[in-house]
């Protein structure tokens, strides 16, 4: 099956640091990349979606300056948190859908996920 | 508003049989996907189903009713490592994923 990535898989800040997340796909062109957002116990919460070289729509609630999202190639999707708060200690994953060999655009491809501790 | 709905958690017994049932209201649908979820991990796809029918995958097979927007997950002989959170999650009209809240499930030996 198609391989996405995503590194760090766990990373420590210090509130008020920028932490910028990847996310790849590894054998499979991604024309669509979903950012996540897991609360403990909660299902997923998309955080915004966005499509290779176009800007990102980002969910109701979710503050675009502050997450800041980029998909400038069919592999690689940033997302960057900005001015890290301990409220955005989470667990960030993002997924990939598009085309390829033996991949069917209607499937999503999870990231093992990062996740984000900020002190 | 587009809600799924499954139930919170299900204990079953090692080598038995369980399903977990999925109900869905959505804006426009383009397929039903199940997940399956380790603790502090992301989800791993399980199924996809867009037809009506039952979708047979080892010993996982997922069914859908698009007319009762229905579907089940049904998981046969039972494993410890079964245990785990099960997503139910509707592609909309904007093939974007709705998410239930999961399903956690208890194997117990």
């Known amino acids: 099956g198609a391989v996405v990535s995503q590194h760090p898989s766990r990373v420590i800040c210090k509130s008020g640091t920028s932490v910028k997340i990847e996310c790849r796909s590894l054998?499979?062109?991604?024309?669509?990349m979903f950012w996540y957002r897991q609360f403990p116990k909660k299902s997923l919460m998309l955080m915004a979606t966005?499509?290779?070289?176009?800007?990102?729509?980002?969910e109701q609630g979710v503050e675009k300056d502050k997450f800041l999202i980029n998909h400038a190639s069919l592999t690689l999707s940033t997302l960057t948190v900005t001015s890290a708060h301990p409220e955005d200690s989470s667990f960030y994953i993002c997924?990939?859908?598009?085309?390829?060999?033996?991949?069917?655009?209607?499937?999503?491809?999870f990231g093992p996920g990062t996740r984000l501790t900020v002190l | 508003g587009q809600n799924i709905d499954q139930p919170t958690e299900m204990t079953a017994t090692e080598g038995a049989i369980v399903q977990i049932n999925c109900t869905y209201q959505?804006?426009?649908?383009?397929?039903l996907f199940w997940y399956q979820q380790h603790a502090g991990e992301a989800p791993t796809f399980l199924s996809y189903?867009?037809l009506d029918g039952l979708e047979e995958k080892g010993r996982f097979s997922s069914f859908l009713s698009r007319s009762k927007g229905y579907s089940y997950l049904l998981l046969k002989e039972l494993q410890m490592k079964d245990s785990a959170s099960y997503l139910c999650?509707?592609?909309?009209?904007?093939?974007?994923?709705?998410w239930g809240a999961g399903t956690k499930l208890i194997i117990k030996p």
């Open positions: 959505t804006s426009g649908f383009n397929g």
């Open positions: 054998d499979f062109q991604a024309t669509t």
């Open positions: 189903n867009v």
């Open positions: 966005s499509n290779e070289g176009s800007k990102a729509t980002y």
């Open positions: 999650a509707v592609m909309d009209s904007n093939y974007q994923l709705i």
């Open positions: 997924s990939a859908s598009g085309f390829g060999t033996s991949v069917d655009y209607n499937e999503q491809f």
